[in-house]
């Protein structure tokens, strides 16, 4: 299963922070890909993992054209953590995931199915959704059920 990623952050002791579309944030110890392959020791001394990137398309993350890690070692290697923002997400990924419009969404709050102020909440433009209303509402999203 893809696991898109929408953020990452360089940590001290070479470890990555990682968003993934559905609100889950891994931590991943980057020192086994030093480890296990040569070319990634350029990581170890200097600013270079400072670069870290999302790749395109939430793929993986890249530094540069030579390094570069999938999101699937980044998912199935990644030790999850807690944050304040765990198991919200944009309409765009929740649709994109559970492949509804927006507008549905939308209309979801707006007739109550979705809670506004509860299980949702709008910032600015920007519509957040809580994944756990998401699952009560729609079930398993698309992506997963296709992949089970």
């Known amino acids: 299963m893809f696991h898109k990623v929408k953020e990452v952050f360089a940590m001290h002791d070479m470890r990555l922070s990682v968003y993934f579309a559905d609100g889950t944030t891994k931590?991943?110890?980057?020192?086994?890909?030093?480890?296990?392959?040569?070319?990634?020791?350029?990581?170890e001394n200097g600013p270079l993992f400072e670069d870290v990137q999302v790749d395109e398309g939430g793929y993986g993350v890249i530094w540069n054209d030579e390094l570069d890690v999938s999101?699937?070692?980044?998912?199935?290697?990644?030790?999850?953590?807690?944050?304040?923002?765990?198991?919200?997400?944009?309409?765009?990924?929740?649709?994109?995931?559970?492949?509804?419009?927006?507008?549905?969404?939308?209309?979801?709050?707006?007739?109550?199915?979705?809670?506004?102020?509860?299980?949702?909440?709008?910032?600015?433009?920007?519509?957040?959704?809580?994944?756990?209303a998401m699952y009560r509402e729609y079930g398993e999203p698309k992506e997963m059920v296709a992949a089970g």
């Open 71 to 132: 999101c699937d070692e980044l998912w199935e290697h990644g030790v999850e953590t807690a944050t304040s923002f765990d198991g919200l997400m944009s309409f765009a990924d929740a649709s994109e995931l559970w492949g509804l419009s927006e507008s549905t969404l939308r209309k979801a709050v707006s007739y109550g199915k979705i809670k506004p102020g509860i299980d949702a909440r709008k910032y600015g433009k920007q519509w957040i959704v809580a994944r756990d």
């Open 27 to 43: 931590i991943y110890d980057a020192r086994r890909l030093v480890d296990r392959f040569p070319q990634f020791k350029v990581l």
